[in-house]
Structures are given as structure tokens and as C-alpha cells.
């Protein structure tokens, strides 16, 4: 299906540990991936991002805002909790429930620009999913900006948990990889970065930040006057 906004095509692809999967693809590039196990199995960084929701914060009856649908996988079979997908393109859901999924997606859609949806939206959520690719590796410069993080900010909930999947190198090297990760902590603090693919080249990225109080700026150990074994006992 070809949209004003993108390619699509749903086509069998072969996977370790996966039953017949498929793979969703968007622009040329795979999106989105299910199989027909029981539950069923997802892309590994959905399968992530869900654990880290559903296990690691323990996440129910929660409002949860997706930017970026790709194939609606994160909500596929999740009673659990209530999901908003914000994608640029109208034609996204139907084409997703009609040739991927074959059974209707969880949650309400919103078809706007994710930044737009942002500033004017009033409500506020107790997580933010930002997985706003257009292609395998590219992010819409305007969604990149500190002041896009900032917005996501703002639609949190106090104490509430951004989640963003990024593309980057696996060693976070390059000048990309450390510069949008600075801008990020630049709207939310320290954040926790997790590089799914160590041994490949460019990999999934996991951020996790939570729209707590502003930390102070951090300051170096170093051998005199070594303040880390006070900071540590302050500590939590």
C-alpha cells in the first residue's frame, strides 16, 4: 500500500525462535514484526520495551502514549493498560489491522505530527513511547531537538517514565549517537541507555528517563578531597 506519507508491505520473514513471523514494513525498512506463537513473539526491542513496562515498573490500569505506531505491536494482546498511538499518516491503522496484524489494534489513534499532538494536547500520561522512525535509521530532525524531549516532558505525569527506542551505533560513538543522548539528558537528567545489539554495527537503544525533580549538576571524584563516600551515604 503506498500512502501520501509512506510504502507499506507486510511479507513472511524467517526468525530464530519466532513461528511463521511477518515483518511490517514501512518505507522499505522493517517496522514491526509478530509471529503466531502463543503469546505471540515481537521485535526484540518491543519485547523490551514491554517487559520494562509491564515487569520492571509493573505498569496496570496506566496511560500510556505511543509516538510513532509502526504495527501497534506494543499494546497487541495487552489488556493491561490504556495506549494513544500518534502517527503522522491516517492510513497507518487500517493498513496495520488489515495486512499485519489481521485483528483489530489496542488503543486510541491519533493521526497528527507527534509534535504538534504534543503542545496542543492537555492530557498527561504515565509513559511516553517515542519510536518515531521514518526510515531504518532516520528521525525526523524536529523530533530530535531539545525542545521535542521537553514537550514529551511535559505530557508526563509527576514521576512519570519516557521510553525512547533509538538507532545509533553500537558503541555510541559517533557524534550523532553522543549528541542526541546529551540532548535528551538535557530535558530529563541522567537517563538509563541500553544497547540491545552490543556485537553489531548500528543497534536498537533503549532510553529510559523519568520526569523527576531537576538533579544538580554532577561533579568528578577525584583523589583529594574524594566526596563519594558522603554522596554515597546520602543516597537513597
Known amino acids: 500500500?503506498?500512502?501520501?506519507?509512506a510504502d507499506y508491505e507486510v511479507e513472511t520473514?524467517?526468525?530464530g525462535g519466532m513461528i511463521s513471523p511477518r515483518a511490517f514494513r514501512v518505507n522499505n525498512q522493517v517496522a514491526s514484526l509478530v509471529d503466531n506463537s502463543e503469546p505471540p513473539l515481537y521485535a526484540r526491542y518491543v519485547q523490551h520495551l514491554r517487559r520494562i513496562l509491564l515487569e520492571d515498573l509493573t505498569f496496570r490500569d496506566r496511560d500510556i502514549l505511543v509516538l510513532g505506531a509502526g504495527g501497534f505491536t506494543l499494546s497487541h494482546h495487552e489488556p493491561a493498560n490504556r495506549y494513544t498511538y500518534v502517527d503522522i499518516d491516517p492510513a497507518i491503522r487500517?493498513?496495520?489491522?488489515?495486512?499485519?496484524?489481521r485483528e483489530p489494534a489496542r488503543g486510541e489513534f491519533i493521526a497528527t505530527d507527534a509534535r504538534r499532538?504534543?503542545?496542543?494536547?492537555?492530557?498527561?500520561?504515565?509513559?511516553?513511547?517515542?519510536?518515531?522512525?521514518?526510515?531504518?535509521?532516520?528521525?525526523p530532525g524536529h523530533l530530535v531537538?531539545?525542545?521535542f524531549w521537553r514537550d514529551?516532558?511535559?505530557a508526563l505525569k509527576?514521576?512519570?517514565v519516557m521510553l525512547a527506542n533509538l538507532i545509533l551505533d553500537s558503541r555510541l560513538e559517533s557524534s550523532y549517537a553522543r549528541n542526541l543522548l546529551a540532548t535528551i539528558e538535557s530535558a530529563y537528567g541522567?537517563?538509563?541507555?541500553?544497547?540491545?545489539f552490543k556485537a553489531a554495527a548500528r543497534s536498537n537503544v533503549i532510553v529510559t528517563c523519568f520526569a523527576g525533580e531537576t538533579a544538580a549538576a554532577a561533579r568528578i571524584y577525584v583523589d583529594e578531597r574524594n566526596m563519594a563516600d558522603l554522596d554515597s551515604a546520602r543516597s537513597p
Open 1 to 5: 500500500a503506498d500512502t501520501a506519507y
Open 13 to 15: 520473514v524467517v526468525r
Open 94 to 101: 487500517m493498513i496495520a489491522e488489515r495486512e499485519f496484524l
Open 117 to 139: 499532538y504534543l503542545v496542543d494536547t492537555e492530557r498527561h500520561y504515565d509513559a511516553v513511547v517515542v519510536d518515531v522512525y521514518s526510515s531504518r535509521t532516520s528521525i
Open 145 to 147: 531537538t531539545r525542545e
Open 152 to 154: 514529551t516532558r511535559h
Open 158 to 160: 509527576p514521576g512519570g
Open 190 to 196: 541522567r537517563c538509563a541507555v541500553e544497547v540491545l
